[in-house]
């Protein structure tokens, strides 16, 4: 079996509470996603109850552990030790911001060191790709089978990306469009690319969008997704040549559901920065590199990016894209996203 083909098993694992195994460069751990385990699963998979709960630093901050030494290094897994009361409703509340309020009085916890930190970091990283929260109910490991961390490096790798289909593509705004979609052997998602207008010899006008089901679909006021999106076809229309790489990073690269998590978090009065911390996430979990890849495959290196965004240049530009000009691409606000664009502008850099 390929490593990508492995790591795939695995995030299907994860998703119907199976327990994996991950072997790191320092050891191997046997893991239990809380999410979708159940107190039937864990007594099946730690009869001893000894298995620790593993969680992400961002998460262990808003916990309060991080006053701990062994939790105190920041972007490090964090293991807390089993005690006795530590049931699988307890880690759950532990794992998911959503109890923070219904059991605001938690532990005392203890963290511990992690026996095997290279792969509890690949454990927390296996678990956003799945689209569960990154906490594992986790012992050591000894399975043949276990999963190695470069199968996630596979499954996650740009330059297994190819293109699957193209066809033309009417659209409002440009009819004169064609639609391209790329996947890998192994991942269940595609991305598509909106390639609008003819090459001219020009350096295309690109967008790199990231999925927005409730913005662009369902015309959500929480963000500017869908606003930018049919602005950014429009501007390509305008300008004769134009790329829209539709890419599904749900969430800034946390899935649909986590994504929701934090929504429900922000009309706590989070903003959308703490909200993905609390949650155990990154600010930030998308990674452009498979957008240098598509437009590389479409045979375009240089580039006129719109975006407000200067992470992405960044990234583009160490994936051997130049961006020869940075397009500003900000658009009104409404009243319900205000605090929202300013964050982005305030906490995360973006030019507005």
Not at 50 to 64: D, E, F, H, K
Not at 198 to 203: E, F, L, N, S, V
Not at 309 to 337: S, Y
């Amino acid at each position: 079996m390929s490593d990508a083909r492995a790591a795939a098993r695995a995030i299907d694992a994860l998703r119907r509470g199976w327990p994996v195994t991950i072997a790191g460069s320092d050891g191997m751990l046997a893991l239990l996603a809380i999410e979708t385990a159940d107190a039937l699963r864990l007594a099946e998979f730690d009869p001893a109850g000894v298995a620790g709960v593993l969680l992400s630093s961002g998460r262990a901050a808003t916990l309060r552990l991080d006053n701990q030494r062994e939790a105190a290094t920041p972007d490090a897994p964090v293991l807390v030790e089993r005690a006795s009361w530590l049931d699988f409703d307890a880690a759950t509340a532990l794992a998911d911001p959503a109890f923070d309020l219904a059991v605001p009085l938690k532990g005392p916890y203890r963290a511990v060191t992690v026996p095997a930190p290279d792969a509890a970091a690949a454990a927390l990283r296996l678990a956003r790709i799945a689209g569960i929260l990154p906490a594992f109910f986790v012992r050591a490991g000894d399975a043949s089978d276990a999963l190695p961390v470069a199968a996630i490096d596979a499954h996650e790798d740009a330059g297994r990306l190819r293109i699957a289909a193209r066809a033309r593509l009417p659209v409002a705004h440009a009819e004169d469009a064609e639609i391209v979609a790329f996947r890998t052997p192994e991942a269940a998602d595609e991305h598509v690319a909106l390639l609008i207008g003819q090459p001219d010899g020009r350096a295309p006008l690109v967008r790199l969008h990231s999925e927005c089901l409730t913005g662009d679909a369902l015309g959500s006021l929480k963000c500017d997704c869908g606003p930018q999106l049919d602005a950014a076809i429009a501007a390509m229309q305008a300008d004769g040549w134009g790329i829209l790489l539709y890419l599904r990073q749900e969430g800034r690269g946390i899935g649909l559901v986590n994504k929701l998590r934090a929504y429900a978090l922000q009309d706590q009065g989070f903003d959308t920065v703490d909200a993905n911390t609390r949650l155990g996430f990154a600010i930030d979990a998308r990674d452009f590199r498979v957008a240098a890849r598509m437009l590389d495959l479409l045979g375009q290196r240089r580039i006129r990016l719109l975006t407000n965004n200067p992470e992405k240049v960044a990234q583009l530009a160490a994936a051997g894209i130049a961006v020869i000009e940075r397009v500003p691409h900000a658009l009104p606000p409404n009243r319900h996203n205000e605090r929202y664009l300013a964050t982005k502008r305030d906490r995360t850099g973006h030019q507005l």
